[in-house]
């Protein structure tokens, strides 16, 4: 099969990777517990077969709740009461009282009048957006916005439109050109591949300036930022400016699945007719049992994760900076460090994992071409010698391969 291209270039680039034994995606872990892990190449993977034991800074269990007692309960308790599937979709019988509950939980975590859950994160942003807008109506999303931004934008069938990263100027140029229908204008908390936040005070002026609608997904920061956890809308005091907010239970809410949080029309209006809703199954018990109990223990912990979380990516960043490593505009928990060339981030990855570090690769589309990097994802769990570690091997892992 021809598959074009653009394909066979990218699988000529993860051929030429797993012959040079650099291929760095896809490790297979055996065990895990909270910052550790064990893990083995992939099949594909031309090096040896051993497993190895690796410090994991690759996770994005913020709070370190993944394995708290509360939350496994929470699961177990779930699979042992509903089984192990919804057996439906939402709307006809796979909406269980865990489900509802769990959407009551969030609206509140929130501070949002109420909830709607989506099977992923990336399925709460293309509901939202291909529902919310269309044909006749103009998306307006920043550079940097998470992929299932841009394609929940490009669903909608709506204009779509690009501002430069946390540019509220330029923002406010293009929709003064916008002249009829509706206008959203959606951006991330914190973004993940480059850690910095989004200045939403400017963002929320501009908006309210031109009538436009903002979403703001705190996927990355929802949880982990803000007195009470709600994300970077709080941590900026602008959570009254703020019309929907998207998220996913992945990161700090230590599950998986996405929820919206907004108005109760909104909500109403979503379940109703979003197609990421109603045409896929709903979260099946066991996550929405841990996702459930997760809230509760960050209602009940997160004030003290949170400032343990903050903490460790100070340590860390201040380790980094010491050691002359560049962290670019990492402003909290998601750490970045500039790489450069795609290979070079690929072997970068790959030899700190080889020496017990694992770490994210990140490379275009995620980012710019030229501008590939490595997220290291600090939790409330790791210890002053876990960060002293990662430092030292992050920085010479790249004086060993310079530019």
């Given at each position: 099969?021809?598959?074009g291209?653009?394909?066979?270039?990218?699988?000529?680039?993860?051929?030429?990777?797993?012959?040079?034994?650099t291929?760095?995606?896809?490790?297979?872990?055996?065990?895990?517990?909270?910052?550790?892990?064990v893990?083995?190449?992939?099949?594909?993977?031309?090096?040896?077969?051993?497993e190895?034991?690796?410090?994991?800074?690759a996770?994005a269990d913020?709070?370190?709740?993944?394995?708290?007692?509360?939350?496994?309960?929470?699961?177990?308790?779930?699979?042992?009461?509903?089984g192990t599937?919804?057996?439906?979709?939402?709307?006809?019988?796979?909406?269980?009282?865990?489900?509802?509950?769990?959407e009551?939980?969030v609206?509140?975590h929130?501070?949002?009048?109420?909830?709607?859950?989506?099977?992923?994160?990336?399925?709460?942003?293309?509901?939202?957006?291909?529902?919310?807008?269309?044909p006749?109506?103009?998306v307006?999303?920043?550079?940097f916005?998470?992929?299932?931004?841009?394609?929940g934008?490009?669903?909608s069938?709506?204009?779509?439109?690009t501002?430069?990263?946390?540019?509220?100027?330029?923002l406010?140029?293009?929709?003064?050109?916008?002249?009829?229908?509706?206008?959203?204008?959606?951006?991330?908390?914190?973004?993940?591949?480059?850690?910095?936040?989004a200045?939403?005070?400017?963002?929320?002026?501009?908006?309210?300036?031109?009538?436009?609608?903002?979403v703001?997904?705190?996927?990355?920061?929802?949880?982990?930022?803000?007195?009470?956890g709600?994300g970077?809308?709080?941590l900026?005091?602008?959570?009254?400016?703020?019309?929907v907010?998207?998220?996913?239970?992945?990161?700090?809410?230590?599950?998986?699945?996405?929820?919206v949080?907004?108005?109760?029309?909104v909500?109403?209006?979503l379940?109703?007719?979003?197609g990421?809703?109603?045409?896929?199954?709903?979260?099946?018990?066991?996550?929405?049992?841990?996702?459930?109990?997760?809230?509760?223990?960050?209602?009940?912990?997160?004030?003290e994760r949170r400032?343990?979380?903050?903490?460790n990516?100070?340590?860390?960043?201040?380790?980094?900076?010491?050691?002359?490593?560049?962290?670019?505009?990492?402003?909290?928990?998601?750490v970045?460090?500039?790489?450069?060339?795609?290979?070079?981030?690929?072997?970068?990855?790959?030899?700190?994992?080889?020496?017990?570090?694992?770490?994210?690769?990140?490379?275009?589309?995620?980012?710019?071409?030229?501008?590939?990097?490595?997220?290291?994802?600090?939790?409330?769990?790791?210890?002053?010698e876990?960060?002293?570690?990662a430092?030292?091997?992050?920085?010479?892992?790249?004086?060993?391969?310079?530019?």
């Amino acid at each position: 099969m021809h598959l074009g291209p653009a394909l066979t270039s990218t699988l000529d680039l993860i051929d030429r990777w797993r012959k040079e034994d650099t291929y760095p995606f896809f490790p297979v872990v055996s065990e895990a517990a909270a910052t550790r892990a064990v893990i083995r190449p992939g099949r594909h993977d031309a090096g040896s077969r051993a497993e190895q034991r690796v410090t994991v800074l690759a996770s994005a269990d913020y709070l370190g709740i993944g394995h708290h007692p509360d939350v496994l309960r929470g699961a177990t308790d779930a699979v042992r009461r509903f089984g192990t599937n919804t057996y439906g979709t939402q709307a006809v019988g796979g909406f269980t009282v865990l489900h509802h509950a769990l959407e009551e939980a969030v609206a509140a975590h929130f501070a949002r009048p109420a909830a709607l859950l989506f099977p992923t994160g990336m399925q709460a942003n293309l509901g939202v957006l291909a529902t919310l807008a269309g044909p006749g109506d103009t998306v307006l999303s920043d550079q940097f916005s998470h992929g299932s931004i841009v394609m929940g934008a490009r669903l909608s069938g709506a204009d779509t439109r690009t501002f430069r990263h946390n540019d509220a100027e330029h923002l406010d140029r293009l929709l003064a050109d916008v002249t009829t229908g509706r206008r959203l204008v959606v951006v991330d908390g914190l973004y993940s591949a480059h850690g910095d936040l989004a200045p939403l005070a400017a963002l929320a002026e501009v908006a309210e300036r031109h009538d436009a609608l903002l979403v703001v997904d705190e996927a990355h920061s929802g949880g982990a930022l803000g007195e009470n956890g709600r994300g970077a809308a709080e941590l900026l005091a602008v959570e009254d400016r703020v019309h929907v907010v998207t998220g996913t239970f992945s990161k700090a809410f230590a599950s998986t699945g996405g929820f919206v949080c907004a108005g109760e029309r909104v909500i109403d209006a979503l379940r109703h007719s979003a197609g990421a809703y109603l045409l896929s199954l709903g979260l099946p018990p066991a996550t929405v049992g841990a996702a459930l109990a997760a809230v509760t223990v960050v209602r009940r912990e997160g004030a003290e994760r949170r400032a343990a979380l903050a903490r460790n990516a100070r340590t860390l960043r201040s380790l980094l900076h010491q050691a002359h490593v560049d962290t670019a505009d990492s402003a909290a928990h998601v750490v970045v460090v500039p790489t450069g060339l795609v290979d070079r981030t690929a072997r970068i990855a790959r030899a700190l994992a080889r020496q017990g570090l694992l770490v994210t690769p990140l490379l275009p589309p995620a980012v710019p071409i030229g501008a590939a990097r490595l997220r290291l994802g600090v939790t409330a769990g790791h210890t002053d010698e876990d960060l002293a570690l990662a430092a030292r091997l992050v920085a010479a892992a790249l004086a060993h391969d310079p530019r």
